[in-house]
């Protein structure tokens, strides 16, 4: 392994999902080899799916090989500290051709003490969405347990949830402990922590090819719910251009959007790695030592101790994300 870092791209992991359609490959060039793929996981080291470099001379290693070799290097001295030889967050893209179960994640604490692992909070960028499709997040009024296990045991439980319509650049912040599905039609890009514990609650009575239901989790989703959260989970956020626009910030990783039509030159000051996914148009990004195109629905991790880059489009979007 060579011992120098520079901007990675990784091997897209694509999902096949009950629920998933073709846009990833239609929009995005991912090479699917099925109708149905919902998910293409861009940067991850869950166990048993973790990314693997495709470019320059580290081409072939895992992310995780490059975490454990070079550690504060890639991640930043602070994220070193806080997680270890850890990886901290799962990126995606994720097309709904018909509308995800109804669901919840636990948090930190929950997490580790079931399941050994981070909790999930993440958030969403929409980057197309079919006319009227629309997301569930959170409740449509003021729900407290035992009105949700009402509405759980009748059946009625779509009668509390909030629905929003959507459209390209809608952003929402989820929070673990809060309600939510994707909705059919909806193509956006998600950041959330390492985490792949998903509890459901509904799933829409559907069955798959063999007349099988998906299991509920509701036995143990009802301690993750936090049912005192408020409506504050859509975001508005500024657009200005050549510049990092902050969405989201919290505990877990920061969001900023640029939106680039010239050459901007970036500082690393957040002691971290950060991550690029490009949701329209393309961005060439430039170190010392390379030069890195990426264009809509790719992904590129600039290691922390890359301090000055450039960011180089005639038009261009991305999320910048750190920790």
Not at 14 to 43: D, M, Q, R, T, Y
Not at 273 to 283: E, H, K, S
Request: with cysteine.
């Amino acid at each position: 392994m060579k011992n120098s870092l520079y901007p990675l791209v990784f091997q897209p992991i694509l999902k096949e999902k009950i629920w998933g359609g073709e846009k990833l490959e239609e929009h995005f060039n991912k090479p699917a080899h099925s109708k149905n793929v919902g998910e293409s996981w861009e940067i991850s080291t869950v166990p048993n799916d973790v990314s693997v470099v495709v470019n320059g001379d580290l081409k072939g290693n895992s992310l995780q090989d490059l975490v454990n070799k070079y550690t504060f290097k890639l991640l930043g001295e602070k994220n070193w500290k806080r997680f270890g030889n850890e990886f901290p967050l799962l990126i995606k893209f994720i097309d709904a051709k018909e509308d995800l179960s109804i669901q919840l994640h636990p948090n930190d604490e929950l997490a580790k003490k079931r399941h050994n692992s981070f909790g999930k909070t993440e958030m969403w960028y929409v980057m197309q969405a079919d006319k009227d499709a629309n997301l569930i997040v959170g409740f449509n009024g003021d729900v407290d347990k035992e009105t949700y296990l009402k509405h759980l045991k009748n059946n009625t439980l779509t009668e509390i949830l909030n629905f929003d319509k959507v459209k390209e650049g809608d952003t929402y912040f989820i929070e673990a402990g809060r309600v939510h599905a994707i909705g059919a039609g909806v193509l956006l890009a998600e950041i959330q922590q390492t985490s792949d514990i998903t509890y459901r609650v509904y799933d829409w009575d559907r069955v798959d090819v063999h007349g099988n239901t998906r299991e509920l989790h509701n036995d143990i989703a009802i301690d993750a719910f936090d049912f005192k959260m408020v409506n504050d989970f859509k975001i508005d956020y500024k657009k200005h251009k050549n510049a990092s626009n902050k969405i989201v910030s919290c505990p877990f990783f920061t969001t900023n959007f640029i939106e680039i039509n010239s050459e901007i030159q970036k500082e690393n000051t957040y002691d971290s790695f950060i991550i690029y996914m490009c949701v329209d148009g393309n961005v060439e990004i430039l170190t010392n030592g390379s030069n890195t195109m990426i264009s809509k629905g790719e992904t590129i991790l600039i290691p922390a101790n890359i301090k000055d880059f450039r960011l180089k489009s005639d038009y261009g979007r991305l999320l910048e994300v750190y920790v």
